[in-house]
T-cell receptor, first 115, second 110 residues
Framework: DTEVTQTPKHLVMGMTNKKSLKCEQH?????MYWYKQKAKKPPELMFV???????INESVPSRFSPECPNSSLLNLHLHALQPEDSALYLC??????????????FGPGTRLLVL | GENVEQHPSTLSVQEGDSAVIKCTYS??????FPWYKQELGKGPQLIID?????GEKKDQRIAVTLNKTAKHFSLHITETQPEDSAVYFC?????????FGKGTKLTVNP
């Protein structure tokens, strides 16, 4: 089973709202990732959690706040977003980062629209 | 810096023909090269990958070749079918990161 699940599938929020995106995997993977994907563009890395610790933050604005409560869950907390933050947010996981078990498996994404 | 170039950006073929997508990468230390297929409204799906100690890998109608000296790798799809229509992304690892090419929109015409 190589399934990564994400909720919600779609989200519409105003610029003053606070919302959270959720990602879950039950494959025992020890690395989890958040990507942002704009239309007709490749995924862009935002954050990497390795063994439940934040290992990479690609200079993402503080209005995006990641959280990894345990090895199976990854959240992305959103606050005071801008319309240009509208995108598909993808979660991925991999068995063991930086090793030969580094294949990343993606979830279906959350389509976010900021009004 | 980390960079993956992908060509072509769009590719249209007739059903049954072959399709080839090419990528080059900048960092000679990269050692893992996956290919993803993304259908409209879905997340990227891994279709095949290759490591730097292998020159070629095949899985049914899909094959990937790697030339480490030239720092380029290619995806080959034979006997294309309409359901192969999608956007294909190549990628290369740089440390813990996966850097993607800009994608190729493949259209297979019946």
């Amino acid at each position: 089973d190589t399934e990564v699940t994400q909720t919600p599938k779609h989200l519409v929020m105003g610029m003053t709202n606070k919302k959270s995106l959720k990602c879950e995997q039950h494959m025992g993977h020890r690395a989890m990732y958040w990507y942002k994907q704009k239309a007709k563009k490749p995924p862009e890395l935002m954050f990497v959690y390795s063994y439940e610790k934040l290992s990479i933050n690609e200079s993402v604005p503080s209005r995006f706040s990641p959280e990894c409560p345990n090895s199976s869950l990854l959240n992305l907390h959103l606050h005071a977003l801008q319309p240009e933050d509208s995108a598909l947010y993808l979660c991925a996981s991999s068995p063991a980062p930086g090793t030969i078990q580094e294949t990343q498996y993606f979830g279906p994404g959350t389509r976010l629209l900021v009004l | 810096g980390e960079n993956v170039e992908q060509h072509p950006s769009t590719l249209s073929v007739q059903e049954g023909d072959s399709a080839v997508i090419k990528c080059t990468y900048s960092d000679s230390a990269s050692n893992y090269f996956p290919w993803y297929k993304q259908e409209l409204g879905k997340g990227p799906q891994l279709i095949i990958d290759i490591r730097s100690n292998v020159g070629e890998k095949k899985d049914q109608r899909i094959a990937v070749t790697l030339n480490k000296t030239a720092k380029h790798f290619s995806l080959h799809i034979t006997e294309t079918q309409p359901e192969d229509s999608a956007v294909y992304f190549c990628a290369a690892t740089f440390s813990e990161k996966l850097v993607f090419g800009k994608g190729t929109k493949l259209t297979v015409n019946p």
